[in-house]
């Protein structure tokens, strides 16, 4: 049952352009084991709590439980069909980038995703 509530949530949800901050979120139905996790970027954020803080919210009052699992930074290139995740979050810590760059690959199949630790 859990599994299939989660399936509601999208994966993604990224500015289609630009580069931006970015936050990893593990997301879990209250009080259940089953978890996924979902990335969220955008450039209207001056933090990374900007972004967490109102995802949490959104997908909170539907019952979910979430955790921060870490930012850094996005490019999004859609005209080239490029994205490149890297950096880290002051606050929350460097993502595991290759977690985001799987989600991120499932999104967008034909899109060259990749990633690096270095940068900010």
């Known amino acids: ?3 299939e509530q989660l399936s509601g949530i999208p994966s993604v949800d990224i ?3 630009g580069v931006f901050k ?4 593990r997301v ?3 009080g259940a084991m089953a978890a996924r996790e979902i990335v969220r970027g955008h450039a209207w954020a001056e933090y990374h709590a900007d972004i967490y803080d109102k995802t949490a919210a959104e997908i909170e009052k539907q019952g979910y439980d979430c955790e921060c699992l870490g930012g850094g930074r996005i490019s999004h290139q859609s005209k080239e ?3 490149h995740v890297y950096g880290y979050s002051v606050g ?3 993502a595991k980038h290759s977690v985001s760059t799987k989600i991120l ?3 967008y ?3 060259a995703v990749t990633w690096a630790d270095e940068g900010y």
Do not use: H, N, Q, W
Not at 22 to 25: F, K, P, R
């Open 109 to 111: 199949p034909d899109y």
């Open 22 to 25: 970015y936050v990893l979120i």
């Open 81 to 83: 069909k490029k994205i």
């Open 28 to 30: 879990r139905p209250a």
């Open 92 to 94: 929350f810590g460097r």
């Open 105 to 107: 690959k499932d999104e």
């Open 1 to 3: 049952m859990a599994a």
């Open 15 to 17: 500015d289609p352009d």
